[in-house]
C-alpha cells in the first residue's frame, strides 16, 4: 500500500521556509506574490493501514505543536485566492538520505515500511499568470539536473522495478583498431585518453595476445587520469625551447626536499601532507577542488566536495580524526547582470547559495568546525567557479605508516555502490530515455554526511584497535583507484558482485569506478575480520569483505566467477606514457593608468569595502558551525561585536591542551592577468602573512598548493602555469615553509556561443602553523584608545590588478612584486615582536591596502584612528596619496602598540621597513593625512555598514 | 566525594560528544561516551549513571525534523530505563540537539498540566553560529545556581522555542521553569540577533517541573576556556568560561 503524507507549518506559526521561497521567486522577478507555503512531503510504501499511516504522521513526521498533516490529501495551507502549486521530486535514483532516517522512525515505533520517496511541495498566491511562475518556480525551486518539477497533482506510484544485471563479457576490440578508431573510442567512451596513451594500451594486450575487457580499459583509463596522476605537472615540457622533466620535482616538491624539514612527516605520498605537532601526535592536511560537479549542482557538488577531502586525512597513515575544515571560492559576481550570464550556466548568486550551504550541510552534520576562508569575485568563474575544500585531522605520531599485507583482506565500510559520479555527464541522452529507475545520477553526486560520520567514528575505533593494516579513500576513480593504490606493490584479488550495491543493474565496471560517496577501502588480517564486521555492525556501519590482497603483483578482479580483469600492477602504474607538451609564455602589454591625483579619497574607500571579494562574508561564515568540538581560540570573526574579518583561524584540537594550529589562505587571481609568476609569489606572501598576524612564526609552518588552471593543452595557459609554479620555488625556499600536498584542476574552461571563457589561472596557498599556546594569539581588532599604530613594510607603487583598479574597471601593469629576504626578516621581528608581549592588534594588508587594513581594524574594534601616512616606508620615487592608500604591495601589516612598549617594539623590528603612523582614538572617525591634507576622513561605523551589505543576503 | 559518573549519549550524527564529555571531566565527573545501541542492547545500563547527557549534533541527520528520531527510538525502545531514570533522583541534560530530542520525546516541559511545546526552523530560516546573552533564572533547576546574565555560543537551525498557546508560556514562567532567555547585555529583552531565531517569550531554555531535566540551544560546552570567548584577545574575559558552571553545578548536586 503506498501513502502519501503532506505535513505544512501550523499556521499559527511562521513559516520560514514558505517566506524564503517568496522572497527567491521575488528575487528572481515574479511580481505581486501574497504568500508562500512549504510542504514535506513522504510517499511511504508498505504493509502500513489506514491507522499505520496515521500514526506514522502524527508521531513521527509532524510535530505535534508547530506542524500540521493529511494523509492522501492536500493539506490545507490555508491560503485564499487563487493557488500555484508546485512539486519537486528527486529524480528517478538520486538518493534521498532522509529515507533511510525515516525507515529507521517507523521501525522504531514498530511499524515496517518498505520505501520512502521525499519530496518539496510549494503553495503560492498572488496576481501573476501560470506561465511565469512555471518559468521562474522551475529554475528558482529545484535543480532540473537532479530534480523534476510537477505542477499538476502527484499521483503516488510504486518504484519502478529493476531488472537485475544478466553478466555478459564485453571485450573491446583494440587489436584491429588504427588511430582514428582508438581516438573515437577514448573519446565515445568518455575515457580522456590520449592517442600515444591507447597505443600503450594496445600494445599491452597485444602482447598477451588479447583484446582488453571493459573493465580493463575503465580500471586503466581511471588510473591514468590526469585528477590521479598529474600527468600535465609530471609530464615534459617545453618552455620556450627550455625542457621541463617533471614540473612538480623541479618546482613545489624540490622546496620541501632541499628544505629537508625534520618535522615534515610524510609529504606528498599519502592522502594529505603530514608534519609533527607535538611529538606524540600528527597533524595533516589536505585541500581539493570539486570544481565541475559544483558548476552543475552547486548544492551536491559542494557538499560531496567537502565530503571528499574529509575522507583524505581520515585515509592517511592509518586514519586522521578530522578537527578543521577551509573553504575558499571563487564566483562570479552574485550581482552579475543576467544577460552576461552566457546560456548553461547557473546565475552566480544561485551557484554561490548552493555551494555555500552545500559546505554548511555536510561541514556542520559532520560535526567539523570550518574555521577559514576566502571567496573572490571575477566574472570568468560564471562558468567555471572554483570550489575548493580543505579538511585538517590528528592522529597519534604511531599511526601515520601503513601497508597492506600479501593476505590480507579487502574490506569496503560505509555507503554502498551506485551509478554515481560515472564518467560525469557523459551519458547518452539514448540511455536517459530508456525509463530505466536509475540510469540518472550519474553525472552528480549526492552527499549523505551522516552515513559519513559514523564511518569516521567506527574508523577511529577499528584504528585504535589495531583491526586493519591500511586504509585508503574511494574518491576519483572509487574502488579502482582505492585497491589499486593499496595493492600497487602486491597485487589484489576482487569479487565485485560481492560489493553491496544501492540498487540492482549495475555493469561490473560501473561498480568498479563508482564515485558513489562515503566509502573507505581496509586491508584486514583474516583473524581480525570478525572483530571488525562486528564493531561496524555495533553502530549501524556496513562492511563488507570484497576480496584479497594477493603477492603475484597482478590486479585481478572476478564478477560471479567470471575472470573480468586481469592486469600486472606495474602496467597499471608505470605504463602511463609521459605527455609531452609546448608551453609559452609571453608577458602582455598593459600600461599603468594615469589618474589625477585627487584631495580626499573617503569615496574610494568606501566603494573599495563595497566590493564583493573585500567585503564582509558574515553571511557565509554564520551559516558554518566554526566551534563545534571546543577548540575554537581564534573565530572568522573578532572584535567588539563579533564580526570583524580575522586573519587567520586558530584551533586546538586537542581537549586539555592549549597548543593550536593557525590555518590561512591566500589568493588572488587577478594578478594572473598581469603575471601568473606574481600571482602565485603573492598567494604564498598573504597565506604566511596572515600566520604572522595573528601571533604565529614561519617556524613549522607547511603550506599547501591548489592550481586552478584553464586548457593546458594551449602553450600560453601551461606557459602561465610554469610560471606560477616556479615562483612556489623560489618564494618558499626563502621563507622556509615546505609544501606538503597539492592538487591541481585544469581545463576550467566554458564554451559560450561567442567564445571561450577562460577562469584566470588561480593558485590557492593554503598555510597550517603549529602554535605552542593558543592563548598567546593577536586579532585584528583595535584594542585600546591611546595606543599607537605603526605600519611595517615598505609600500611600493603598486596599484597593478588592485580592487581599487578593479572598482574602476582598470587591470594596470604595476604587479606587487614579493622580495621574500626583504618579507622573511618582517615577518620574523614581528614574530619575535608577538610573542613578546609587544603587539595589542595586527593585520594583514592585502586587498585594498593601507586603507582597508586600516579602516578594518578601527571599526572591527569599534574605536577610531587619526594617523599620518608620510613617513611610511616607501621604495622608489615618492608616492602619491592614492597609491599610499591603496597600493597592494605585499609583506605589510598595520600593529597597534602600547604606548609603554613602543621602545621595545621598535627596538624589536630593528632592521626592518616601519613607521609610527598614528593613534587609536576614542571617537568614531577614521581620518588619514598625507603631505599635509586630510585625504581620508570618515564614520567608521559608516564604512562597516557598507562593507557588511553587499553580501547580506 | 564519591565520584559521579555521566553517560554522554551518542548516536549516528551526534557530534558535541567528546566537548561535552571533556566539560563534565573538567568539571571532576567521570564521563563515559556509549553509543544508543549499547542501552538498547542493555550491554551498557542507566542505572550505572548519576547524569545522563544528550550533546549536540544532528543525529539521524535531523532528517524528519531536528531530534526526532533519536526521541523516538529513546521513547520506543528504551521509555522503561529512561523513565526509571527520570523519576530517581538523577540528573538530565539536553544540549542544542539533545534539548530537541528532550522536547521531542516528551521529556520537556515533561507534564501534560504545562502544556506542549516543540523547537522549530529559526525565523531565518538558516543554520547560524554566533554568541548570545541569556538572562538565567537561578535555583529552580541544579544546572544553574545564581541569577545573572551569561553570554554562549548558539549554533543550529531550528532553535526556535514554540508553544502550543499561551497559558503553556505563562505556565512555564510562572513556575520558574525558563530558566534561560536570550536578552541584550543588559539582560533586557531584544530582538534579532540577540534573540536569535525568534523564540516566543525568547526561551533559551527550560526545565521540567523537577527541574532535574534541563534542555537548552546554547552551547555550556563551548565556553569552557578563557580562549573560548570571542573577544578575549580584548582582554577582560573571566578565567573559567561561563559554561562551566552547569557542569560543576551538576556535579555539586551529587556532593
Not at chain 1, 869 to 894: E, M, N, T
Amino acid at each position: 500500500m503506498i501513502w502519501r503524507i503532506e505535513v505544512a507549518t501550523n499556521p499559527a506559526f511562521t513559516d520560514a521556509a514558505g517566506l524564503a521561497a517568496v522572497e527567491d521567486l521575488a528575487d528572481a522577478g515574479l511580481e505581486n506574490i501574497s504568500a508562500g507555503r512549504f510542504v514535506r512531503v513522504f510517499t511511504i510504501d508498505g504493509p502500513l493501514n489506514a491507522a499505520d499511516a496515521e500514526r506514522i504522521a502524527s508521531d513521527l513526521l509532524a510535530d505535534p505543536v508547530s506542524d500540521i498533516f493529511s494523509v492522501n490529501k492536500p493539506v490545507d495551507v490555508a491560503l485564499t485566492g487563487s493557488h500555484f502549486t508546485v512539486e519537486v521530486a528527486k529524480r528517478p535514483g538520486v538518493m534521498d538520505p532522509v529515507e533511510a532516517s525515516t525507515l529507521k522512525g517507523v521501525s522504531d515505533m514498530g511499524l515496517a515500511a518498505d520505501a520512502v520517496a521525499t519530496s518539496r511541495k510549494y503553495v503560492f498566491s498572488g496576481a501573476f499568470s501560470h506561465v511565469a511562475f512555471e518559468r521562474v518556480a522551475a529554475s528558482v525551486l529545484s535543480n532540473e539536473v537532479i530534480e523534476e518539477c510537477h505542477f499538476a497533482p502527484v499521483v503516488p506510484s510504486a518504484r519502478a522495478t529493476i531488472s537485475p544485471y544478466k553478466f555478459a563479457r564485453v571485450e573491446v576490440d583494440l587489436a584491429s583498431a588504427g588511430d582514428d578508431e582508438l581516438l573515437a573510442l577514448s573519446k565515445d567512451k568518455g575515457l580522456s585518453l590520449n592517442l600515444a596513451e591507447m597505443h600503450a594500451i594496445r600494445d599491452y594486450f597485444a602482447a598477451a595476445r588479447r583484446n582488453p575487457t571493459d573493465v580493463e580499459l575503465e580500471t586503466i583509463a581511471q588510473t591514468w587520469s590526469e585528477h590521479c596522476v598529474h600527468k600535465t605537472f609530471r609530464g615534459i615540457i617545453d618552455y620556450n625551447g627550455e625542457i621541463i622533466d617533471n614540473l612538480l620535482a623541479s618546482t613545489v616538491a624540490r622546496v620541501t626536499k632541499e628544505l629537508n624539514r625534520p618535522w615534515c612527516v610524510s609529504v606528498f605520498k599519502d592522502n594529505s601532507g603530514v608534519i609533527d605537532f607535538d611529538g606524540k601526535n600528527c597533524v595533516c592536511f589536505k585541500v581539493e577542488t570539486h570544481n565541475h560537479p559544483s558548476a552543475v549542482e552547486p548544492y551536491g557538488g559542494a557538499e560531496t566536495g567537502i565530503g571528499g577531502v574529509i575522507r583524505d586525512p581520515l585515509g592517511t597513515g592509518l586514519g586522521a580524526k578530522p578537527v578543521a575544515n577551509t573553504d575558499v571560492f571563487c564566483f562570479a559576481p552574485p550581482d552579475m547582470p543576467a544577460e552576461k550570464v552566457p546560456h548553461g550556466c547557473l546565475p552566480p548568486k544561485r551557484v554561490m547559495k548552493g555551494v555555500v550551504s552545500g559546505v554548511r550541510d555536510y561541514g556542520n552534520r559532520m560535526g567539523i568546525p570550518t574555521v577559514n576562508g576566502a571567496i573572490v569575485f571575477d566574472e570568468r568563474f560564471v562558468g567555471n567557479p572554483l570550489v575548493y575544500c580543505g579538511n585538517v585531522g590528528i592522529m597519534p605520531r604511531d599511526k601515520v605508516e601503513k601497508a597492506a599485507l600479501p593476505g590480507d583482506l579487502v574490506v569496503v565500510i560505509g555507503g554502498r555502490t551506485g551509478r554515481d559520479g560515472i564518467h560525469g555527464a557523459t551519458l547518452s541522452s539514448a540511455e536517459l530515455e530508456t525509463g530505466s529507475d536509475v540510469v540518472w545520477s550519474g553525472a552528480v553526486q549526492i552527499g549523505n554526511p551522516i552515513t559519513e560520520k559514523k564511518m569516521v567514528d567506527i574508523i577511529l575505533q577499528a584504528r585504535d584497535l589495531g583491526l586493519y593494516t591500511a586504509i585508503t579513500d574511494c574518491g576519483a576513480g572509487g574502488l579502482s583507484s582505492a585497491v589499486g593504490e593499496m595493492g600497487a606493490e602486491i597485487g589484489a584479488e576482487v569479487r565485485l558482485d560481492k560489493i553491496p550495491l544501492k540498487y540492482q543493474g549495475l555493469a561490473p565496471w560501473e561498480i568498479w569506478c563508482s564515485e558513489a560517496q562515503e566509502r573507505m577501502v581496509v586491508s584486514v588480517p583474516p583473524e581480525k575480520l570478525d572483530d571488525l564486521l562486528a564493531l561496524c555492525a555495533s553502530e549501524n556501519v556496513e562492511a563488507t569483505d570484497i576480496g584479497v590482497f594477493t603477492d603475484d603483483k597482478r590486479l585481478r578482479l572476478f564478477f560471479e566467477d567470471h575472470l573480468v580483469a586481469d592486469i600486472e600492477m606495474n602496467f597499471l602504474h608505470d605504463g602511463v606514457p609521459r605527455l609531452e607538451r609546448k608551453a609559452a609564455w609571453m608577458p602582455p602589454s598593459l600600461v599603468e593608468p594615469v589618474l589625477a591625483p585627487k584631495s580626499d579619497y573617503t569615496d574610494d574607500l568606501f566603494a573599495v569595502l563595497s566590493s564583493p571579494t573585500v567585503a564582509s562574508k558574515e553571511w557565509v561564515i554564520r551559516q558554518y558551525d566554526h566551534e563545534v568540538q571546543g577548540g575554537s581560540a581564534v573565530k572568522p570573526l573578532v572584535g567588539v561585536d563579533n564580526d570583524g574579518p580575522s586573519d587567520a583561524a586558530i584551533v586546538a584540537p586537542l581537549r586539555g591542551s592549549n597548543r593550536g594550529i593557525i590555518l590561512s589562505c591566500g589568493i588572488n587571481p587577478r594578478y594572473s592577468d598581469i603575471d601568473p609568476y606574481h600571482m602565485a609569489a603573492n598567494a604564498i606572501d598573504e597565506a604566511l602573512r596572515q600566520i604572522i598576524a595573528v601571533g604565529g612564526s614561519l617556524e613549522r609552518t607547511a603550506i599547501l598548493d591548489n592550481f586552478c588552471w584553464g586548457n593546458t593543452d594551449k602553450p600560453d595557459r601551461l606557459g602561465g602555469l610554469v610560471r606560477a609554479a616556479r615562483a612556489c620555488y623560489d618564494m618558499a625556499v626563502v621563507y622556509g615553509t615546505p609544501f606538503i600536498s597539492g592538487k591541481d584542476s585544469l581545463n576550467n574552461e566554458f564554451q559560450t556561443d561567442s567564445g571561450t571563457v577562460v577562469i584566470p589561472g588561480t593558485l590557492l596557498i593554503s598555510a597550517m602553523s603549529v602554535m605552542a599556546d593558543v592563548s598567546k594569539a593577536i586579532t585584528m581588532d583595535l584594542k585600546t584608545p591611546g595606543n599607537r599604530l605603526y605600519a611595517v613594510g615598505t609600500t611600493k607603487d603598486e596599484l597593478g590588478g588592485s580592487e581599487l583598479y578593479a572598482v574602476n574597471s582598470l587591470l594596470g601593469a604595476n604587479v606587487p612584486i614579493v622580495d621574500p629576504l626583504a618579507a622573511k626578516a618582517i615577518f620574523d621581528a614581528l614574530s619575535s615582536a608577538a610573542a613578546a608581549g609587544l603587539v595589542r592588534s595586527c593585520h594583514d594588508v592585502s586587498d585594498g591596502g593601507l586603507a582597508v587594513a586600516i579602516a578594518e581594524m578601527a571599526f572591527a574594534g569599534g574605536l577610531g584612528v587619526d594617523a599620518a601616512l608620510d613617513a611610511i616606508p616607501v621604495k622608489g620615487k615618492p608616492l602619491d596619496a592614492r597609491k599610499v592608500l591603496f597600493s597592494q604591495s605585499p609583506s605589510r601589516f598595520v600593529v597597534e602598540v602600547e604606548s609603554a612598549k613602543t621602545k621595545d617594539f621598535e627596538a624589536a623590528l630593528a632592521g626592518v621597513p616601519f613607521a609610527f603612523i598614528g593613534s587609536v582614538t576614542s571617537g568614531d572617525r577614521l581620518t588619514l593625512n598625507y603631505e599635509h591634507e586630510q585625504v581620508i576622513d570618515a564614520d567608521i561605523f559608516k564604512l562597516k555598514a557598507a562593507w557588511k551589505a553587499v553580501l547580506a543576503f | 566525594m564519591s565520584e559521579v559518573n555521566i553517560l554522554v549519549l551518542r548516536a549516528a550524527g551526534t557530534n558535541c560528544d567528546v566537548e561535552t564529555a571533556y566539560a563534565f571531566e573538567k568539571a571532576g565527573a567521570k564521563a563515559t561516551l556509549a553509543h544508543v545501541n549499547r542501552l538498547v542492547d542493555r550491554s551498557v545500563s542507566l542505572d550505572d549513571f548519576q547524569g545522563l547527557a544528550i550533546p549536540g549534533g544532528f543525529t539521524y541527520g535531523d532528517d524528519v525534523s531536528a531530534g526526532r528520531i533519536l526521541a523516538g527510538e529513546l521513547k520506543n525502545r528504551l521509555a522503561d530505563a529512561i523513565a526509571a531514570f527520570v523519576e530517581a533522583d538523577r540528573l538530565v541534560i539536553g544540549i542544542c540537539n539533545g534539548f530537541q530530542v528532550l522536547v521531542k520525546m516528551g521529556l520537556l516541559p515533561g507534564d501534560e498540566s504545562s502544556g506542549r511545546v516543540t523547537l522549530t526552523n529559526n525565523d531565518s530560516n538558516r543554520y547560524e553560529d554566533r554568541w548570545v546573552h541569556l538572562k538565567v533564572d537561578g535555583g529552580r533547576t541544579p544546572f544553574l545556581a545564581s541569577d545573572d546574565v551569561i553570554y554562549l555560543p548558539v549554533a543550529h537551525g531550528e532553535g526556535k522555542f514554540v508553544v502550543d498557546d499561551d497559558a503553556t508560556l505563562e505556565s512555564l514562567e510562572s513556575n520558574g521553569r525558563i530558566v534561560l532567555r536570550y536578552c541584550d547585555e543588559n539582560g533586557l529583552d531584544a530582538p534579532f540577533p540577540y534573540n536569535p531565531n525568534g523564540s516566543v517569550g525568547s526561551v533559551a531554555g527550560i526545565c521540567s517541573a523537577s527541574g532535574r531535566v534541563f534542555g537548552l540551544m546554547p552551547h555550556p560546552e563551548r565556553n569552557i576556556e578563557t580562549w573560548h570567548h570571542p573577544r578575549w584577545t580584548r582582554g577582560g574575559s573571566p578565567a573559567q568560561g561561563d559554561g562551566l558552571r552547569f557542569f560543576t553545578n551538576a556535579v555539586k548536586y551529587f556532593s
